[in-house]
């Protein structure tokens, strides 16, 4: 049974994941401890700023012993944690895996590290040799889903994070951003980030200093562009296509006469203003000159905002999809299991006596009942005879660890 | 098989393009999947197929009167339709053009096919002269196409809270591009059109000019195409004003053809 004990943001608040998370240098130690106390036969953990998950398989349920591992290897008493925890086991459990591998269960739906942490995490199960094949089936079911859903719907697509969402924007307006010029007002975080990801994108930068021109020419320098001083605002502005204003001035920086110079000169084609300074930089008005689009903060949030609905709106065409992978690996699950193979295993074998017998008896002609039942008889004890001890030893081996790799070889070696 | 039904197969198979193009849009997944567009491609053979058997029964080129006429128009519109897309990717020009093609379609297999024979029709000059002419219609439907797309785009960006659209219309620059384009092509076409139809005029009248309305129609549409592109050019007119005129030298060159269809007599010249 494939189990999964955690919590996350969802169920807890930050001080408690951080107390409970694995540190990366403890993964090895952790696993040993937690298959040695909790009957584990397979396990991995993930352990991520919002989330702190044991992903397990053993033979029979043990999301108690588990829950108390994590409890234990912090610490902590396990009632204290209680109303944090989710025990999930079976399907649901497989669920969970599959979602949280896709971005499914994350705080900002959709986002791409997820994925990496989760690979992270099973490479450390693995070289701490806690992989077996389950988890390792689950581990590559799961990326493949998560991989479909990210190509075949738009749940990743749409920036959501404000500097992106800047960089969207500007693509939106102008398409290719190769052979753009981006002007950077003020040398702030995030505005390094938009225009790092512009340049990336083949576009050029300039960075406009404010009171010493020292920071600006390193960050122009880190850019690959060229730093000027903040007089030279107008005849910048005319030959760039988007600005990025992030100062710390307490007024306006940029005003509506400077647009319009710099519009006339030109030609009006369009220019993309972002304002990301609070207290903002550009008077609003300027928004209104002729082809300019002005964005402050609270607009890039708007949007924002709007690229995570539409990116709710994807989950169910992605929840789709991981239906249809978790069926998959489900169904490959089931075939792992004693019973359905002992129940192949037996009409397997009577499918080849009756064949037999069938063959037999047009060789032989009409059969008398008595040498109809004798023929029968013979035929159904060597095929128990023979079925009788791999039966009672697989039954017994339905308990073991190890039964699913036992199931898969039987499976190979009798073609079923 | 009678072209009739060949140009009822057609309907069908744009119609399942149209609808499905609609409910895309609505469920924002990619407007055109897979089967969009092989439906197209069936539409298009049967339709082309309607065309060639279409030219048998009439005996002459078969693009006179309201079936044949809104028939090769929305065949020429389907043609560069795909062709534009083949080319460029944007999706967004089939939420114009699978219900145009529909529609144009619908109007071809409702009205009765008009059986004039008739001198005029027979030689080069109609084929000649409507083969351009379509083209260039089709050309300057993707222009008008991308000049709404534009300004739907522009206001998706001015509102700051953008909807559906913004999704699924490409970035301004894009459309601006592609608008273009489609101006000069469809203005080369409709050009030629216009100086073949005054041709065929004096071949039948002996005047190139002879004051009809449609003429009129034809030369306000081609002059407006003409300040549009010199604006473009030498003033550097793009985006939004480009966009208009885009926009509306499509809707008078429909009137041109409209008259050209509708107005019983009036088959020669239609530009």
Known sequence: ?416 | MDSRVYLFLALIFYAVGAVHVLVHVLTRRRLLTTLTVTSTLLGFAFHTAALSQRWTEAGHFPAVGLRDGASFLAWATVLVFLLVYVTTKVDALGLFAYPFAFVLVFVANLSPPSDRPDSVLQGLYLPVHTVLAVFGYGALFVAFTMGVLYLVQERELRSRSPQRFYYVIPSLERCDTIGGRSVILGFGFLTLAILTGFHWNMSLNGRYWTGDPKEWAALAAWAIYVVLIAARFRAGWGGRRAAWLGIAGFLIVVFTFAWATLVPGVVVAAP
């Open chain 1, 1 to 416: 049974m494939i189990v999964v004990v955690g919590l996350s943001h969802q169920t807890a608040p930050l001080e408690v994941r951080e107390a409970l998370a694995f540190p990366q240098e403890t993964m090895a130690e952790a696993l040993a401890r937690l298959r040695e106390e909790s009957g584990l036969a397979e396990a991995m953990i993930l352990s991520t700023c919002n989330r702190v998950e044991i992903y397990g398989r053993a033979p029979e349920s043990v999301a108690e012993p588990v829950a108390e591992f994590l409890a234990r290897f912090h610490d902590r008493r396990l009632d204290e944690l209680e109303s944090h925890l989710y025990r999930l086991e079976g399907e649901r459990a497989v669920r969970h895996a599959f979602r949280v591998a896709a971005s499914l269960d994350s705080m900002v739906l959709g986002e791409p590290q997820i994925l990496g942490q989760v690979k992270k995490a099973y490479e450390a199960a693995e070289e701490a040799g806690a992989l077996g094949s389950v988890l390792n089936t689950l581990r590559n079911r799961s990326f493949a889903a998560a991989k479909r859903a990210r190509t075949e719907t738009a749940i990743g697509r749409n920036a959501v994070s404000v500097s992106h969402v800047a960089v969207e924007l500007a693509r939106k307006i102008f398409g290719d951003l190769r052979d753009r010029s981006v002007l950077l007002v003020g040398a702030g975080k995030m505005s390094e980030v938009a225009a790092r990801q512009m340049v990336r994108d083949g576009a050029r930068a300039a960075v406009l200093g404010g009171r010493t021109l020292e920071r600006a020419e390193q960050l122009a320098a880190a850019l690959g562009g060229r730093a000027a001083p903040l007089e030279a605002l107008r005849s910048e502005m005319a030959r760039v296509d988007v600005v990025i204003s992030g100062t710390g001035a307490p007024g306006l920086v940029v005003h509506r006469e400077d647009v319009e110079a710099a519009q006339a000169a030109r030609r009006h084609r369009p220019l993309f203003l972002i304002d990301i300074a609070v207290p903002r930089d550009i008077e609003p008005e300027a928004g209104k000159v002729k082809s300019v689009f002005l964005y402050d903060l609270d607009d890039l949030r708007s949007v924002a905002e709007a690229n995570l609905r539409e990116r709710r709106k994807e989950a169910a065409s992605a929840e789709a999809i991981l239906d249809q992978e978790i069926r998959g690996f489900l169904e490959w699950r089931e075939s792992l299991d004693v019973v359905p193979l002992l129940v192949e295993l037996r009409s397997r074998a009577d499918e080849i006596r009756r064949a037999e017998i069938d063959k037999a008896r047009r060789r032989l002609g009409p059969l008398t009942p008595e040498q109809e039942k004798a023929v029968e008889a013979m035929t159904s004890g060597i095929v128990n005879k023979i079925l009788h001890p791999p039966t009672v030893e697989l039954k017994k081996m339905a308990s073991n660890r190890h039964h699913t790799e036992y199931v898969g070889l039987i499976r190979k070696l009798f073609g079923l």
